[in-house]
Structure formats: C-alpha cells, structure tokens
C-alpha cells in the first residue's frame, strides 16, 4: 500500500488519533454491526415481501410484468447484494468502528475491492427504484400531458446524474490493469467527495419532485374524499425517504469538510444509503396493495375460511355472554324436580335428558330445525311442539314466551 517506511507495524498505528487521548482498541470499542444487521433484516424482509406482491399482483392482474416491476426488482436485487457487501466488511474486517480503533493494516485491497463495489451498487440501485416510481406514474396517469413531460424529465435527470457518478467512480476508484490497490489509488477515489455532494442535493430535489407529484394527481381525481386522503396519505410516507436522503447529504457534507473519524461517518452514511434504498422501493410498491387486497387476497380460500372462522367466533361469543340471562341454558346448580316450569325451558333437561319429564301433567317435544343448505350454528335452533294429549295443560303464556326465545335465538 504505497511506501511504508521500514520498521513500521501498521497492525499498531490507528487510521486517526482518539481525541480524548485514549489508546486504540483494535480488539473492542463501539461499533454499528448491531445497527446495521437490525436495520438490514427488517428493510430486507420488507421490502421483498413488497416486491413480490407487487409482481405476484401484475402478474395475476394483467399476467405479464411491465418495466417498472424490472426496475423495482433489479434495484432491490442491488439493495441487497450491497447491504451484504457493507456486512462482511464489518464481520470480516471491522470497519463499521471509530477511525481510531481501525489499524491502518485493516486497509486492505480486498477492502478497498469491496468498498469500490459497494458505490456502484448504489449508484446502480438508486435510479432503478426512483425510476421505478416515474415509469409506475407514467403507466397509470400517462395521459396526463403535464405528467408525462414532468416524470420524463425527471427520469432523464436521474439517469444522467448517477450515470456520470458511475462513470467518475469507475475511473477514479478502479485502477488500470496492473496497478495495485494501494493508498495511491485510495487517495484518488477521494476526489469523488465533492461529486457525491452534488449528488446528494439534485438526489433531494427529485425525491421531492417524485413525491409531491401524486399529491397534485391525487387532487384531479374523481374519487370520494376519504378515498383520496388515504392515497395522500400513502404517498406523504415517501417524505420518510426524503428525510433519509436529507440525513445522508448532512453526512457526506461532514466527511467532505473534514472530520476526525470518517470512518464512523462514512459508515452512517452507508445505513442511510441502503435505508433510502429499500425505503423507496416499499413506497413504490405501496400503490399494488389495494389491488392486491381486493382482486386476490379477499377472493382467496383462506380469507374465505377465516372469515367464517371469525364469525363463528363471533356467534359462539354472543351465545356464551347470553347464555347466563337466558333459561334456556343449563345451570350446573339446577335440580330438575324443583321447578317443573324452568325444567320445561332448560336445555340440558331437553338435550341430555329426553327421558326426563318435569311433571305428570306437562311434556315437552323438541324437533330440530334444519336451515337451509348445511348450516352449522354453535346453538341449536330448536322447534317446540306440544303433544295434543298434554296441550290443555300447558298455559298460553308459556306457549308465546317458549316462541319467542326460539326467535331470539335466531
């Protein structure tokens, strides 16, 4: 890596001096590994799951992809590839540390060769998702004269600006065959710094640009007003991308002007880079959910047999909290010979025990009735008859009061 003086251990030479005086701790000190698996996993998990109802959508829908699912997917597939590029150069390496608790020997080659391929991956990732959302507009409100010029142009300028950061990175940070990856060639990639503060604020003006656009689309709409407040509201989340776009620009201002651990910095700058990332792609893929819900999920089997699940539940929990107020259900305390007129409405007594006759005078007859189809109900709506050799005995009364609990009941 350059001319190294003889005699010098760079396994003991920290990258920057510790401001409190403290000695390096090559072995230990604060790191972002737990930040970066947390955050990693949770936009991962995600923003796949996103995508593929997102295709699995397109696919059901008009069964063919069209080319903002392309973008969308290649932009995650990029996402990912550089988020586990940024890990293993912290698992393996270490460098998500203090600059002054990195040696000076942790700058390899290998990871010079990882850090170069992590800036083009986000400089690959990041127009394909912001262009996922133009492209997304242009197919549904196309048609709109002031969209289609508005996300045209917007798509030009993104492709462009990432297009000559590639082109700058992969002539300043790639050496030429048969140089080596010394600090020679670590220095020269530094001269990017000033190219990605100017990416960084024309990045923050389209990603307003992007997001403020559905607000004024939503607005034309023929739609009831809850109906677009709840669109605006999905849209509004994409000022969280914004937000992290901002984060990151202030980040990259800090390492640009000089600060005493760019590594530190440089690595919140990585977090928030691939946090804009899958953050957009979630938002790009947000629109497809609607339609997912109504034209799949909600004509599925299981949302079928889970709503009939829920129901019963539901019918089960109403007989339950009524069965207490209501005669018809058996009371553990209740002896049958001693109220013949209670027996008579008893559930238990009817079900359990047809045999039983709660007095000389009085029988009750139950007949089961069959609803149509093969319902199944948790309680059994039953139907009473009364034998004509006993009806003289039973009071009119009773007659209408055991009618009316079988239509309750129903």
Known sequence: MGDIPPGVDLSQIPLAPNPNGDPPNFDGGPNLETTILATGIVFISVSSIFVLIRLGTDLKNTRK???????????????????????ELQVKHGIAKHSWDI???????SVMKGQSAAQVLTSI???????SILLFFLRLFGTL??????????????????????IALLSLCIPARGDPWDSVLLARCGKT???????????VIIDLSIFIMPLFIVAGLNLKPERKRALAIVFLAGFLIVVTSVVGLAYR?????????PIWTGAKISITAYVEIFGTVIVSCTPTLSSFWFSIFVKSSFYS????RLSLSKLQGRSTSSGSSNPRYHDPTHSPSADAEYCSQCEHCQGSKPEHTPSSTQELVETPIAPSGSIQMSTMITQYSFDDSYGAHVDQSNQKRMKNI?????
């Open 65 to 87: 992809l069209h080319l903002d699912d392309y973008f969308c997917l290649v932009g995650e597939l990029a996402g990912i590839a550089y988020w586990f590029i940024l890990y």
């Open 103 to 109: 040696a000076a020997s942790t700058i390899t080659p």
């Open 125 to 131: 990732a990041n127009p394909l998702v912001k262009g």
């Open 145 to 166: 004269r002031w969209v289609r010029v508005l996300c045209y142009g917007l798509f030009v300028a993104t492709l462009v600006l990432y297009g000559a950061y590639l």
């Open 193 to 203: 710094s000033p190219a990605t503060i100017t990416i960084g604020v024309c990045a």
């Open 253 to 261: 201002a800090i390492v640009s002007s000089g600060t005493a651990d």
């Open 305 to 308: 047999s889970l709503r009939s």
């Open 406 to 410: 079988v239509r309750d009941e129903w």
